[in-house]
């Protein structure tokens, strides 16, 4: 379909709560995983870096995130339950914020109930690096940024910077 522009740190739009997909609205979503599909790999071919994208971040105010690792999936209506109290600590990157790092903490397993494109219900378990990946991209789903999590207020690094981080 399209590339569309991502929603930059600051848009009051990032920081609010998507709607669930409705059954009404299962015609449209082709176009709309299509838009996720090309602005994913258009930031990805940019900046180098994208391995998912949330339709907030687009301006869509639906819960459904886009994953494109080898193959593409796709979330709808994620519900998203740690798996154990174990944590992780790591930095964090946001194609909203493109050349910032924040250090965060994540669940380091967790598990993702959803529906897939065919409307198909499933469950994966995660862990590290999927686990942190799905984590921030379900936040996006209720409005909240990378920088709502870090750690402290020394948690925030340029990209360009990140040859001394820990």
């Known amino acids: ?3 569309k522009e991502i929603l930059l740190l600051g848009n009051p739009a990032l ?3 998507s709607v669930e997909v409705a059954e009404e609205d299962r015609a449209d979503l082709g176009a709309l995983i299509e838009d996720l599909h090309d602005t994913l790999l258009d930031f990805r071919g940019r900046y180098g870096a994208g ?5 907030p971040q ?3 105010r639906k819960r459904l995130i886009y994953l494109h690792l080898v193959e593409p999936m796709v979330f709808v209506n994620p519900v998203l339950t740690p798996d154990g109290p174990e944590m992780m600590e790591l930095w964090d990157d946001c194609m909203s914020f493109p050349d910032l790092l924040v250090r965060v903490r994540r669940y380091k397993r967790c598990r993702l109930t ?3 494109a065919a409307w198909r219900q499933r469950q994966i378990g995660l862990e590290g690096d999927l686990s942190e990946l799905l984590q921030h991209e379900y936040d996006h789903l209720d409005g ?4 709502s999590r870090a750690i402290e207020p020394r948690s925030f690094a340029l990209r360009s910077q990140r040859g001394w981080l820990a």
Do not use: N
């Not at 391995?51 to 339709?55: D, G, K, Q, V």
């Open 1 to 3: 379909m399209a590339v």
């Open 15 to 17: 920081y609010e709560r």
């Open 51 to 55: 391995r998912a994208i949330a339709a």
């Open 58 to 60: 687009i301006g869509v």
């Open 114 to 116: 959803f529906s897939d």
């Open 144 to 147: 909240i940024l990378a920088v």
